[in-house]
C-alpha cells in the first residue's frame, strides 16, 4: 500500500479554505485609501504547534499590513516591560464593547478602558521606551520582529495614506493626552501607531506570532523567549476579552479562542499551550472583521472541538499503579504525566484512606513529566497533612529521582 505523504493538517486547512470561498460578502477597507488596492479575493490561513511546525494553505505567504494585529503584541511588549499594574494605570483592561475607533475613554480617569481599540493601542505605543516616534517604532519592530522569527518590512504607501487621513487617531491621543494617560506627545504616539499598522506580514507570521503566545512567551520557531509568561497570559486574556470589537462576546461564544482582527484582512487566534492560527482575506464585515477568517475560525471551532472552553473528558489517572507490602504496612503509589492541583487532591483523597495507621505511603514520581505550583505545595505539606493535624501517624515518602517537585 502506498503511504500518504501529506500532512493531514494542511489538508484540513485546504478544505476550511475552500468552504470559506462561498462567502461572498463583505469589503476591503477603504477608509485608509490605500487599502482599498487590496485583493478581495486573497485568502491564506497557517497553524504553527506550540513545537514550531507550521502548516499552510493558500495565500499564506502573501504580505498584507498588520493594521490592529499588532495591537496585542505591542500591548504584550509594554506588559512585558512595565507589568500590569503601571500599564493599567494608563489603559484599562475591560472589553468596551465598541467600535475599532471609538471615543472610548473611562468617564472619570480619561483613561481608554480596552487597549485592543484606538484609543488604547495609541497610548500602549506612547508608553514603550524612546523619546521619538522613529526610537518607539523601533521597538514595536524589533518586538514584532521578535514575535515571528523573522525581519518585517513597512508599506511605507499605506503609512503615509494613513497620517493622511489619521485625524479621528489624533484626536484620540490628544483627548488621553489631555487626560494625562498619553506617554508621549499627540503626534509621537499616533506616527508611531501608524507605523506599527503599516508593518507587512503574512498569515504565516501572524500564526508564529500566536503559537508565541500559546508557548507562553517563546517562539517556538526560533526558540527565542520573546515576553514574559505573565505577559503572555495577561495578553491572551485580554485578547479573550476584547479582540473582535464589537462582535467580541459572540466571538467568545462561536469560536472561543484568544484573537485580535485588523482591517488589512488579518486575524490571529490562540489555543493555549497548543497552536497559533493568522488569517488572512481582506472582505471586511461592517465591524471591520474579515469576514472569510472569521467563517475560517468558526468553522474550525465548531467541526473540530478547538474552543478553549470544550468539555474535555475526564483525564488519566495520576496513580499509575498501587502496590501494598504483605504485612499492609507500606503503600506505594507510581504517580505519573503532569500533575496540576486537581491530580495532587485525587492523589491525596484515594490515598489517605488506603494507608494502615502507623504505616507508609511512598508517592513515586519517576513518571511524573512536571508538577504544577499548586500540587508541588501539597505534596510537600503531605507528611504535615497526614500525621498530627489528622492524629494519624503515616510517614510519607516522596521518591522523586528527577526532582519534579523541585522549585524553579
Ligand atoms: O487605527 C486605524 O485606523 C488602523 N490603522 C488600524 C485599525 C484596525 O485595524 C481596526 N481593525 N479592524
Redesign the pocket.
Known amino acids: 500500500m502506498p503511504v500518504d505523504l501529506r500532512d493531514p493538517v494542511r489538508l484540513l486547512l485546504d478544505t476550511v479554505l475552500a468552504d470559506a470561498r462561498v462567502h461572498e460578502e463583505g469589503a476591503v477597507a477603504d ?2 485609501p490605500e487599502l482599498a488596492n487590496a485583493d478581495p479575493d486573497a485568502l491564506g490561513i497557517a497553524l504553527v504547534s506550540t513545537r514550531g511546525v507550521p502548516h499552510e494553505a493558500g495565500d499564506s505567504g502573501v504580505e498584507f499590513t498588520i ?2 494585529v499588532s495591537k496585542p503584541f505591542a500591548y504584550a511588549l509594554a506588559l512585558d516591560l512595565f507589568g500590569i499594574d503601571a500599564v493599567s494605570e494608563h489603559v484599562g483592561l475591560e472589553p468596551s464593547g465598541e467600535p ?2 471609538a471615543i472610548s475613554l473611562d468617564e472619570a480617569s480619561g483613561r481608554p478602558m480596552n487597549p485592543m481599540i ?1 484609543a488604547g493601542a495609541i497610548v500602549t505605543t506612547s508608553l514603550l521606551p524612546g523619546a521619538t516616534a522613529d526610537e518607539k517604532f523601533a521597538v514595536v519592530r524589533t518586538g514584532l520582529e521578535r514575535f515571528a522569527g523573522r525581519e518585517l518590512g513597512v508599506d511605507e504607501a499605506v503609512f503615509a495614506s ?1 497620517a493622511a487621513t ?1 485625524d479621528r ?1 489624533r484626536a484620540l491621543a490628544y483627548l488621553t493626552r489631555s487626560a494625562g494617560t498619553l506617554g508621549s506627545t499627540a503626534e509621537v504616539a499616533t506616527t508611531a ?2 507605523r506599527q ?1 503599516s508593518v507587512l506580514v503574512t498569515a504565516r507570521d501572524l500564526a508564529i506570532m500566536a503559537a508565541t503566545l500559546a508557548t507562553g512567551g517563546v517562539n517556538p520557531v526560533t526558540g527565542e523567549r520573546v515576553i514574559s509568561e505573565d505577559a503572555a497570559r495577561w495578553t491572551m486574556a485580554v485578547m479573550t476579552g476584547c479582540g473582535m ?1 464589537d462582535a467580541s462576546g459572540t466571538w467568545l461564544v462561536r469560536v472561543g479562542l484568544p484573537a485580535k ?4 484582512g488579518g486575524i490571529v487566534a490562540v489555543q493555549p499551550g497548543q497552536f497559533g492560527i493568522g488569517t488572512f482575506s481582506p472582505r ?1 464585515d461592517a465591524r ?2 474579515s469576514v472569510r477568517g472569521v467563517a475560517m475560525l468558526e468553522a474550525l471551532s465548531r467541526d473540530h472541538g478547538l474552543h478553549m472552553l470544550a468539555h474535555r473528558e475526564e483525564p488519566l489517572s495520576p496513580i499509575g499503579a498501587l502496590s501494598r507490602s504483605d504485612d499492609g504496612m507500606e503503600t506505594v503509589a507510581a504517580l505519573r504525566g503532569e500533575l496540576r492541583f486537581a491530580a495532587a487532591e485525587e492523589v491525596l483523597t484515594r490515598l489517605a484512606p488506603l494507608v494502615r495507621d502507623d504505616g507508609t505511603l511512598v508517592l513515586d514520581f519517576s513518571s511524573v513529566t512536571s508538577v504544577g505550583p499548586a500540587a508541588t505545595r501539597l505534596f510537600r505539606a503531605l507528611p504535615g497533612l497526614l500525621g498530627p493535624v489528622e492524629d494519624r501517624h503515616i510517614q510519607v515518602v516522596l521518591h522523586d529521582p528527577e526532582g519534579v517537585l523541585d522549585d524553579d
Open positions: 477608509y485608509i493594521q490592529s475599532f475607533n484606538n494613513e489619521g487617531n501607531y501608524f499598522c470589537y482582527s485588523g482591517v488589512g471586511l471591520g472583521n
